[in-house]
């Protein structure tokens, strides 16, 4: 039976570089459903072509587009033994449709982590981060500041903000992300999955944290 694990975090805490690192411990894939997306789009699939007519016209791709390009990732033999899936499901409905896929592919969702980060800490950590305008490296005010204020280390051009990454528009994003996934940690916390992890401590206890929280059947791997 194929292990999957579904990592869930609001922007900022912390999910893309723990699924990373437990890639690499478990030996399982980390699967994105941001670069699921971006592999149909730039390969020009079939589901990516669909996709890119709701997303040309501002709408949100239906769950049968998205659960289609995540089934056809997740029946690649690179998954035969599982998967750590990042982004999917946002919502009970695909959370359904996540089980009765794996059901078919021999695998079932395992553990549901759900890293947490107070809301204050979310916005410090993402408001902070300065690109560079040639190329887009990244420094962040408090956590990684560039030598000379406002000047990339690497290429001395000039440090911006993107405007997601400004105070407003970070609330927003997170305050959307929890109220969009609290139906999701719900559904998962009933079914006995859901394990909460403090994300606001050192990225190594996090990822202990996160690593006890695995069954035994995935660290063995």
Not at 128 to 155: E, Q, S, T
Not at 156 to 182: C, F, H, M, W
Request: some cysteine; hydrophobic content about 40%.
């Amino acid at each position: 039976m194929a292990s999957f694990i579904v990592l869930l975090g609001a922007p900022g805490a912390g999910k893309g570089t723990q699924a990373e690192i437990l890639a690499k411990r478990t030996g399982l894939p980390h699967i994105s459903s941001g670069d699921i997306f971006r592999e149909n789009l730039k390969k020009q699939t079939e589901l990516g072509k669909l996709a890119q007519k709701y997303m040309s016209k501002g709408e949100l791709v239906p769950d049968d587009v998205t659960i289609a390009m995540i089934k056809e990732r997740l029946s690649r033999p690179d998954c035969a033994k599982g998967a750590i899936l990042d982004g999917f499901p946002r919502t009970p409905a695909q959370a359904k449709a996540l089980d009765e896929m794996l059901a078919e592919l021999g695998g079932k969702v395992v553990a549901v982590p759900f890293i947490k980060v107070p809301e204050e800490e979310l916005v410090d950590r993402l408001s902070g981060r300065l690109v560079c305008k040639a190329n887009g490296h990244i420094f962040h005010k408090k956590y990684n500041p560039p030598k000379v204020p406002g000047i990339c280390d690497y290429d001395g051009s000039e440090l911006y903000q993107r405007e997601d990454d400004k105070p407003e528009v970070v609330r927003n994003r997170i305050r959307v992300y929890l109220e969009q996934t609290a139906p999701l940690i719900d559904f998962y916390r009933a079914r006995g999955l859901l394990v909460e992890i403090d994300g606001n401590q050192p990225i190594e206890k996090v990822t202990e944290d996160l690593w006890n929280a695995l069954p035994d059947e995935v660290k063995a791997q």
